[in-house]
């Protein structure tokens, strides 16, 4: 299960050692955490990571096809776990030392940084794949993060793309060797965690006003 | 006039041997092939492509001005048909063996991929060199393909793009030798035919609804 | 304080040979520049520059807080200026020959194109680093001018580009030797000078309707 640790000015959340899947513990845990962040003081910042093969394989799909009744509860708080972590008040950074599949692929874009490791691991939205349609909400977080061009190939291609070339099709802002992942996060995170504060929460909200809409909508008729 | 062919997984529209402009007739039949592509079943891709010069040189404007009254119906079909191409459940490519002017360069980006000709042939959004404004849906499409900075140069200041060019631009996403543009397009087509199906076209319709509803409101007061 | 004049086809804005900060008289008068540009006929575009060491220094925020009663007109004033300047009529150049700071480099941003010099000057927002919030005008306007990667890096960081940096960024379209800042901007400028024209104008408005709404209604309780 995910634990918060905290390291002079920056939080670092371990998301696991295991496929860390977007499940109903997973996001209870990792909401508690962005909420441990948000209502601390002073320069602050945070670092994602896991442990192991993955940095989140994506939704636990058998477990959610054999309790349909949980389904529409667990979206809804799925969405706004990503609509909090967008707009935390602080500088986000994803350690990807692992492979991101699907909403833990999405997990990762909602951070303002991602450092992938550069030798192994994909990152890959499989959906399109998959014969799965994109929520409304995490097509526009993809599209908002992505250029034009990224957002079409691996929203619709499920191309997996290895750290360098996610480095490439900026996907990642960095792609470094594995045992450089964590400290290359933490140093990103630290150079800008004078930054935190309500004004920078404010300025992420108003500057994806449609996605935090289209995630916040989908427990309703629009979404 | 453009007729539709399948090979194997890949429905392949020619789109005419001359200028292919967007007139009445070139889009009725263009709307009638790609809605047999939406309605076949199974694994399934489209590509389009001219035959000799042209791509597709754009609307007729000289027929357009001498016949006002089809105007109004003529413009709401034209955007229709570009809103059915954005969300067809198919991953369609264009292969842009010659010129793509104006609405003929807009088909274009209406298709998931473009293959250019290297060495020949210019993709060109004549609109501002000829002092016409884009309508919104066109300019939302164009927008919403293109990066920032390109759509601005080509919608702005009429930049005609040889294939090397429009590669580099991302505008188109290969630009191969003239007699590899067709199989280059059959080849990403066939790639990706497993993945037809409607939760593809709801992606599409998903990723793009504010270039959707510009299309769509053409004929209403809105647009 | 600013002063217009022409060179054959293209208007030259001189913002001013001090910081020419965005202040109340500065708005005043870069106001009736463009609406001066607006009015007059035929074939032109416009340049901007400063002279010495800064484009512009941004808002003058020590007069902001000392003057409390003017802050919500004069932040609709700028908001306007902004939005007049985005769907101008003409081909806009920015000749950045100095420092574009905060509301500066927005300036810059509203332009078509931006021209910087190579070896010194920062095109920076230090909001991030202030604490301020950006508003939601100029955030979505920043934001359709860049690839999101940048705009998520400039407004959220507060890093400088030095003019080599922003060429790459794509934040400018050319980063010149000192002495050529002016010359290339207004090559630019009169290349496209022929465009200019409501179409132009209609164009522009149509490219960008999210973002002059944001810029228009920050005077209303939307804002």
Redesign the interface.
């Given at each position: 299960m995910p634990v918060l640790d905290r390291q002079n000015d920056v939080f670092v959340l371990d998301l696991g050692g295991g496929e860390n899947r977007v499940d109903r513990d997973w996001v209870t845990a990792v909401d508690a955490a962005l909420e441990e962040v948000e209502e601390a003081e002073g320069p602050r910042a945070l670092v994602t990571t896991g442990r192991g093969r993955f940095y989140s394989n994506g939704l636990d799909l058998d477990r959610l096809s054999a309790h349909e009744e949980e389904r529409h509860e667990f979206t809804v708080r799925v969405h706004g776990l990503f609509a909090r972590l967008l707009c935390l008040p602080v500088?986000t950074v994803a350690a990807v030392q692992g492979h991101a599949f699907g909403a833990g692929a999405i997990f990762s874009l909602a951070h303002?940084f991602r450092v992938m490791r550069a030798d192994r691991g994909y990152w890959c939205l499989p959906?399109?794949?998959m014969?799965?349609?994109?929520?409304?909400g995490m097509?526009a977080l993809v599209?908002?993060?992505?250029?034009?061009?990224i957002?079409?190939e691996a929203?619709?291609?499920?191309r997996r793309y290895g750290g360098a070339e996610a480095e490439a099709a900026?996907i990642a802002?960095r792609a470094v060797a594995e045992d450089a992942v964590r400290g290359t996060a933490l140093e990103i995170a630290a150079a800008?965690a004078?930054?935190a504060?309500?004004?920078?929460g404010?300025?992420?909200a108003?500057?994806f006003?449609g996605v935090l809409a289209a995630l916040r909508d989908v427990g309703t008729a629009q979404g």
């Open positions: 500088i303002d959906e399109a794949g014969g799965m349609p994109f929520p409304r097509a599209q908002a993060r992505l250029a034009p061009r957002a079409r929203m619709l291609t499920s900026h802002d800008h004078a930054k504060g309500d004004a920078l404010t300025t992420k108003r500057m006003p």
